[in-house]
């Protein structure tokens, strides 16, 4: 058996899965040091290692295929989703992973693969032949990023991610905007949407449904905003798009 050629067939492995091969652990190990002497695997982190491609000397798992096997729950999810839909013309270093399990942030091959907490895993998409990736729908992508939006992407990212979506299915974003009970993520879905979306999809009764769940507070719709003008039907500070400060901190009636 050439071990090797077998762990070709599968992109990120633990010692755990190279055990099947051998009678014990002991060998398992011996195993792995062996081959990581001879250049042929990589350890990306604590107990989880990836092939050398002999043409290129590189990892053969991408990103992507890395963060899904950091944890059981794993998957991409937030700006990193946005780059896998392709719908994204910045790469970014940082590496998003939802997981219901927490794990540390850390560094591999030029990539900061980073934690977020996972509340539900709805909306999650295991996709077929990809070697194990596992990533939000746009939809859920979407509400996600929208959320966070101060926390990871940026205005502008999303602006921009909105303005790239052409089909978009408003019951799954219903759905996902209900499982998170945020009164301030329909104010930031209806205003943006609204203002930013040529999707097709998105109907009257979408923004109904969003300021159904807005009560009273007025809010900026970005902590990046200095100053903005008042949108009364979403009760949110919005800028003149070139001037940006201060989201999420309530204003007094």
């Known amino acids: 058996m050439n071990l090797y050629v077998e762990l070709l067939k599968k992109p990120v492995f633990t010692a755990e899965y190279v055990n099947q091969y051998y009678d014990n652990v002991e060998s398992t ?77 850390f560094e591999f091959d030029g990539y900061t693969y980073k934690y977020i907490a996972s509340k539900t895993q709805s909306g999650v998409e295991n996709v077929q032949y990809s070697g194990g990736i596992r990533v939000t729908n746009l ?13 990871i992407a940026g205005m502008e990212e999303i602006i921009g991610f909105i303005e790239s979506i052409r089909k978009l299915d408003e019951q799954k974003v219903c759905k996902y905007l209900a499982e998170y009970r945020n009164q301030f993520l329909y104010q930031k879905m209806g205003y943006l949407l609204e203002t930013f979306s040529t999707s097709v999809g998105i109907t009257e009764e979408f923004y109904t449904f969003c300021q159904g769940h807005i009560e009273k507070s007025k809010r900026y ?29 309530e204003m007094d009636d």
């Not at 719709?221 to 400060?245: C, E, F, H, R």
């Open 29 to 105: 190990r011996s195993a792995l040091k062996r081959l990581m002497n001879q250049k042929l695997i990589m350890k990306i982190r604590n107990n989880l290692y990836t092939c050398v491609s002999g043409e290129t000397g590189a990892s053969v798992a991408n990103r992507f295929q890395i963060a899904c096997m950091i944890t059981d729950s794993a998957y991409i999810s937030h700006h990193t989703a946005i780059e896998y839909h392709g719908m994204s013309d910045q790469v970014f270093y940082y590496v998003y992973v939802s997981s219901k399990t927490r794990f540390h942030d």
């Open 139 to 151: 939809e859920k992508t979407l509400v996600d990023s929208v959320k966070d939006m101060d926390k």
């Open 221 to 249: 719709l970005s902590n990046d905003i200095y100053q903005g003008t008042y949108n009364a039907k979403w009760k949110l500070i919005v800028p003149d798009m070139n001037d940006y400060k201060k989201n999420g901190v």
